[in-house]
């Protein structure tokens, strides 16, 4: 028999530990200045991270989640030098190393599947630009490279989606940060922003131009611009708004009601076009694949009254009338621009089947590989057309065969599980992806922070959605 003694043992033993150490960081901070003491506690509170996200790894997956949303806040905040773009991509290779050393046990079958294989073709072909021949610098395929830590949260989320349970974590997490996120937005708006933002504004006469519309500013949150802000407040909403019609208790519909009519006004502020069309776009697809269910086709044909009577009522102000333009497209000047780069551009995509080379293009291309023919200070802004430029038309077909092949399996999952909470999960995530693929025409909307995370979950929920009805039942049938 175990005595009391020996129980007692490691718990005075982590005591006695901690104690030295603070007693040591004291005098450290005594003897050699304060800076040292904080280094050590980083250290020491680093060292503790790292053994909890190798037992868990969702530890950094989910730290990789928040960070794609806080670290541009951070950064303007402290005006930081260091690139925490390279600490994003190391919390997700971390995430990934620590899936192999999770204790429990985990069946990959079902991991080679069409939409793995569509990204694992993508990855090959990245690799093969560094042969491609209109490329005119193999840094730029080296830092390109960093792109692959998209398959990498791939395979986290397809280990961590393993129940039903995860999968409502994750998403109570996505609503939850984004109803904050939305929340500072509709503070930013009403209250103006804080001085150190304010700083951070000022240090560049384009985003004055860009941020301040019509007198007015167009709010960005947490997030690193108002486009970015818009499209992920914008897809939260339409998640938010199939969970409202899902078969769930009447106080909890009532909430993600609330949330969605919250989310919807602080998207409004953020003064996108493209989230709009956005939010518009994932209507009609639910609409459309809802068309079997009365209840739902009444309670949507509701939604379409009220956002009718909100953009053609008599309501004003910049934000209003920023929104509205969106609906006439054809007068729009940023429309136009937008159109001329995609005409300007369309006989270089026809003669150069694989593109111009990775990292080429625009404002990345200036800055690794100045000289090419494509790069310089301006933006493609539609993903699609910088994807054609960078990989041409052949890699816009495996992007777009990726694109198919997740919505063609989300909808046959929809129509095939019969759980009514799998289904409506399921919809959470299509819906918003497939109004991100066509925001992405317009802007590079699916793989940007922090709507990226959500596109490569969704990579992975719609998969695994199957084997967790089956799960289901044969828990029932015990």
């Not at 103006?192 to 000022?202: C, D, P, Q, Y």
């Not at 780069?341 to 080379?357: A, C």
């Not at 590079?444 to 799960?471: C, G, H, Q, R, S």
């Amino acid at each position: 028999m175990i005595s009391n003694r020996a129980i007692k043992l490691p718990g005075v033993a982590i005591f006695s530990l901690l104690l030295l150490i603070s007693l040591g960081v004291t005098y450290l901070m005594i003897t050699k200045g304060i800076l040292v003491g904080i280094v050590i506690l980083g250290i020491l509170l680093g060292g503790i991270y790292l053994a909890a996200t190798l037992k868990d790894f969702r530890i950094a997956f989910y730290s990789v989640f928040l960070m794609g949303i806080f670290m541009f806040y951070v950064n303007r905040m402290l005006n930081l030098v260091f690139p925490l773009g390279t600490v994003y991509d190391g919390l997700v290779a971390l995430a990934f190393f620590a899936v192999f050393l999770n204790e429990r046990p985990f069946d990959w079958r079902g991991f080679w599947n069409p939409i793995t294989m569509m990204f694992v073709i993508l990855i090959v072909f990245q690799i093969l630009q560094l042969f491609n021949p209109n490329a005119t610098s193999s840094v730029a395929w080296l830092v390109s490279l960093r792109n692959n830590t998209s398959f990498l949260i791939y395979v986290v989320c397809f280990r961590m989606f393993s129940s039903l349970k995860e999968v409502r974590r994750f998403t109570s997490v996505w609503i939850g940060v984004a109803f904050l996120t939305g929340l500072y937005g509709i503070f930013q708006h009403f209250f103006g922003l804080s001085a150190r933002e304010m700083e951070w504004m000022n240090q560049s006469p384009e985003r004055i131009g860009l941020y301040i519309i019509w007198g007015e500013l167009r709010v960005f949150s947490f997030l690193s611009d108002p486009s970015a802000y818009g499209l992920f407040i914008g897809i939260t909403s339409l998640a938010t708004m199939v969970l409202t019609l899902g078969p769930f208790r009447l106080p909890v519909k009532i909430g993600y009601g609330l949330l969605t009519i919250v989310l919807l006004v602080a998207m409004s502020y953020s003064g996108t076009r493209t989230a709009m069309a956005l939010v518009i776009a994932g209507i009609a697809f639910y609409i459309l694949i809802m068309l079997h269910n009365r209840r739902i086709l009444i309670a949507s044909a509701g939604m379409v009254l009220v956002g009718a009577v909100l953009l053609f009522g008599p309501f004003y102000g910049s934000t209003m009338s920023r929104l509205r333009s969106t609906f006439k497209a054809s007068e729009d000047p940023s429309m136009a621009v937008r159109d001329y780069k995609r005409q300007m551009f369309q006989e270089y995509i026809k003669s150069n089947p694989i593109g111009g080379g990775l990292n080429t293009v625009g404002h990345s291309g200036a800055r690794y590989s100045p000289g090419h023919p494509l790069a310089g200070e301006w933006d493609p802004d539609s993903g699609y057309l910088f994807t054609a430029l960078e990989s041409g038309w052949v890699g816009l077909i495996i992007v777009m065969g990726v694109f198919f092949i997740v919505m063609l399996t989300g909808i046959n999952r929809f129509f095939s599980i019969r759980d009514p909470v799998l289904k409506v999960y399921t919809l959470a995530y299509i819906v918003p992806f497939f109004a991100l693929s066509v925001a992405h025409f317009a802007q590079d909307a699916m793989f940007t922070k922090p709507m990226n995370v959500i596109v490569f979950a969704t990579y992975a929920l719609v998969y695994k959605i199957a084997t967790l009805e089956k799960k289901l039942h044969s828990t029932e049938m015990i």
